[in-house]
């Protein structure tokens, strides 16, 4: 049986946020499967650092093998889907009032967009992959906006709400 609580401003506040960062990261996975030669592009370019400085210390980092750019190109999208999914199911729990259960699944979901983002773009390809000294293949503003954004959400949604939502141990 599922317990359900009253509708507050906060619950449909976090219910709305993960439902936007759901349909933001669907969008984004349906882009990247429909016209899947852009951002292949943009992840052989970034891996193969063709567009560095092309410093000798960090050359040695660099994918050149179009299977493997691909490989993690797809990688991505399949990390992408599965966020946009738990998403959804977490919007779906908020909007059934099932806060604990939504609280957790969405917790999950955005975790796994701040991973992507965060670690994915910002650390790897940022960093690792020197993506910040590309003029061309630069997505460090575009990572750090989504980032941000879904932390601001995962804060909204562990805000304590109700009686009920200080006592939850999610």
Sequence with gaps: ???????????????LLTASVALYMALVALGNITDFGTNQQFVRHVLAMDTTFKDDDLM????????????????IIAWETAAALVLVYGTWLWARRDHPRARRISTYGLLMVMLLF??????????????WQSEDWNGLDAATRVFVFSGVVLLVNHLPGTQADRTDPA
């Excluded at 049986?1 to 219910?15: I, K, N, S, V, Y």
């Excluded at 040695?60 to 990688?75: C, F, M, P, S």
């Excluded at 965060?118 to 993506?131: K, N, P, V, Y």
């Design 1 to 15: 049986m599922t317990t359900t609580t009253p509708r507050g401003a906060l619950p449909l506040t976090a219910t």
């Design 60 to 75: 040695w980092r660099a994918i050149t093998n179009e299977g493997l750019q691909d490989a993690a190109y797809v990688a």
């Design 118 to 131: 965060g670690a994915g773009f910002l650390a790897i390809g940022g960093e690792w992959f020197a993506m």
